[in-house]
T-cell receptor, first 118, second 112 residues
Framework: DSGVTQTPKHLITATGQRVTLRCSPR?????VYWYQQSLDQGLQFLIQ???????AKGNILERFSAQQFPDLHSELNLSSLELGDSALYFC?????????????????FGNGTRLTVT | GNSVTQMEGPVTLSEEAFLTINCTYT??????LFWYVQYPGEGLQLLLK?????DKGSNKGFEATYRKETTSFHLEKGSVQVSDSAVYFC???????????FGQGTRLTINP
């Protein structure tokens, strides 16, 4: 058990809808990451937060947004859903956010939320 | 940009066979390199890592050596078990960055 909790485990929705995925980081971890895993694109980094602030941005679509709350949990909002958004969405957390001169802080992954858009 | 290329899967072996999963990378500077493993229905777990050239990461009988001259980080295990069946991901992170760039994953199945 990584200590990272993601809800819900499964989500089925229709095109054009909006959903919210939730992540609770491991106790003590301050940084949260979102990844999308799909068959054609593999594992893609979406976005990173540290202590409530956006830290790094990857291949995140404009229809997607995220935030990290004061209690450090994070939510990923996906809107105007398309069939191609069907994927497994992973959240990960780490103790520190990284940075020049900083040693690497291992990422701990949740079990993911499987989103199916019909 | 940075990228990771892994050996195409799936890979099927018999128990106690020798395993190699190839991984090469493209990156500026000297990234840190990782192998993650994903068991069915679970998230990714860090298997091993290496942070500089010639470092060898090892864990649970798996090993990988950071080869700067060939930009490679191949995963090896001398004798695989059925419980090693999983998807294996090679990944890198730039120095000072936390985000990981993953390869496409290699599905490994070990038959008894």
């Amino acid at each position: 058990d990584s200590g990272v909790t993601q809800t819900p485990k499964h989500l089925i929705t229709a095109t054009g809808q909006r959903v919210t995925l939730r992540c609770s980081p491991r106790s003590g971890d301050l940084s949260v990451y979102w990844y999308q895993q799909s068959l054609d694109q593999g594992l893609q980094f979406l976005i990173q937060y540290y202590n409530g602030e956006e830290r790094a941005k990857g291949n995140i679509l404009e229809r997607f947004s995220a935030q990290q709350f004061p209690d450090l949990h994070s939510e990923l909002n996906l809107s105007s859903l398309e069939l191609g958004d069907s994927a497994l969405y992973f959240c990960a957390s780490s103790l520190t956010p990284g940075g020049q001169g900083a040693s690497y802080s291992p990422l701990h992954f949740g079990n993911g939320t499987r989103l199916t858009v019909t | 940009g940075n990228s990771v290329t892994q050996m195409e899967g799936p890979v099927t072996l018999s128990e106690e066979a020798f395993l190699t999963i190839n991984c090469t990378y493209t990156a500026t500077g000297y990234p840190s390199l990782f192998w993650y493993v994903q068991y069915p229905g679970e998230g990714l777990q860090l298997l091993l890592k290496a942070t500089k050239a010639d470092d060898k990461g090892s864990n649970k009988g798996f090993e990988a050596t950071y080869r700067k001259e060939t930009t490679s980080f191949h995963l090896e295990k001398g004798s695989v078990q059925v419980s090693d069946s999983a998807v294996y991901f090679c990944a890198l992170s730039e120095k000072g960055a936390q985000k990981l760039v993953f390869g496409q994953g290699t599905r490994l199945t070990i038959n008894p």
